[in-house]
């Protein structure tokens, strides 16, 4: 049984990948200064290039958790991700209100993913 893991550190990885599926740790966005539209752009980046490094992309995804730190955002957030989801291979999802560990951080995306 073979685990690869990419960009390791001492708490957690970055992504695993297991039997042709990628596991994406909780993406955060780093300009947290930015607004919810912002981040969510930044996170979706870095999802895309998390999965293109791991022999995936957005189409392949399986599933997806949001956690957004006020669903008075929400509608922000949607308008970010329906313009990043291919139309077609929209995953499940599921998205809920959390109190992140960073109080700046506002929205916060955990993928699941098929490589292709």
């Not at 995953?91 to 700046?104: F, G, I, M, N, Q």
Request: glycine content about 6%.
């Amino acid at each position: 049984m073979e685990i690869k893991r990419l960009y390791v550190g001492k708490r957690l990885s970055e992504v695993a990948i297991h039997n042709h599926t990628v596991y994406l740790a909780g993406q955060i966005a780093e300009q947290t200064d930015a607004d919810i539209q912002g981040q969510t752009r930044e996170v979706l980046g870095h999802i895309d290039r998390l999965l293109a490094e791991s022999g995936s992309d957005k189409t392949c995804i399986l599933n997806c958790q949001i956690y957004i730190k006020d669903m008075a955002d929400f509608p922000g957030m949607n308008e970010e991700w329906d313009a990043w989801v291919p139309q077609g291979h929209t995953p499940p999802r599921a998205t809920v209100e959390a109190r992140l560990a960073d109080p700046k951080v506002l929205v916060e995306i955990v993928i699941i993913a098929a490589q292709r």
